[in-house]
């Protein structure tokens, strides 16, 4: 099993961070077969702006820009993806966001047939959503942020694309230590 985890924070010392490599930890410890690799985002330099070569794409008088290859051709090796993310405004940071919109281009993830259906194409890959939030749960539960967060995520972006998300998860301060729940969460990457 490959997963793929994408981390969208600049600071490298960060708990988002953190997080992102206890889970690859976890998922090469289940055993020969398993393997992690991150994505992170800023380190890498990913541009998450829709430039001039994105709308020519998306207007189907050019091919994809070779970054967006690249990252689509990341994510088809991978069997699980997972997203740690710093919670921004009630949901990921502009950076990964950008990639969303970049990446999981009509054609690749999903098909807008003649008559007006959707084809979900990204129905073989597993996907683990773990926001990093600075509040405590009772701040999220109050105003309904972490029920509107994953129908955003997990329902609008990954289930328009098939994509089965198989864990969504918003580490608190109030809640269960970050590593801990970040090793669990590993370990239900490996089991799917």
């Known amino acids: ?13 960060s ?3 953190a997080v992102a490599t206890t889970i690859a930890n976890a998922v090469k410890a289940a055993g020969a077969g398993h393997e992690a690799s991150i ?13 001039a ?10 091919k994809a820009p070779a970054d967006v290859l690249a990252e689509q051709a ?6 699980a993806l997972v997203l740690v993310f710093p919670v921004h405004w009630w949901s990921m940071p502009a ?3 950008g990639w969303i ?5 009509g054609g690749w993830a999903f098909n807008e047939r003649p008559d007006g ?11 683990h959503v773990v926001a990093i939030g600075g509040a405590d749960e009772g701040v999220y539960d109050r105003h309904g942020y972490a029920e509107a967060m994953r129908t955003q995520i997990d329902h609008g972006i990954f289930g328009y694309c098939g994509a089965r998300v198989r864990t969504s998860d918003l580490l608190t301060p109030s809640g269960e230590p970050f590593l801990d729940r970040a090793e669990s969460i590993g370990r239900a990457v490996v089991s799917g």
């Not at 992170?40 to 702006?49: H, I, T, V």
């Not at 259906?117 to 996907?127: F, P």
Request: proline share 6%.
């Open 101 to 105: 919109d970049r990446v999981f281009t």
């Open 15 to 17: 708990p988002t961070h």
């Open 117 to 127: 259906s959707i084809e979900k194409m990204l129905g073989r890959l597993a996907v």
């Open 95 to 97: 950076q990964m966001k």
């Open 39 to 51: 994505a992170d985002l800023a380190a890498e330099g990913f541009d998450p702006r829709h430039k």
């Open 1 to 13: 099993m490959r997963a793929l985890i994408v981390v969208a924070h600049p600071d490298p010392g």
């Open 53 to 62: 070569d994105d709308l020519a794409f998306f207007r189907g008088e050019a």
């Open 74 to 79: 990341r994510i088809d090796r991978a069997d």
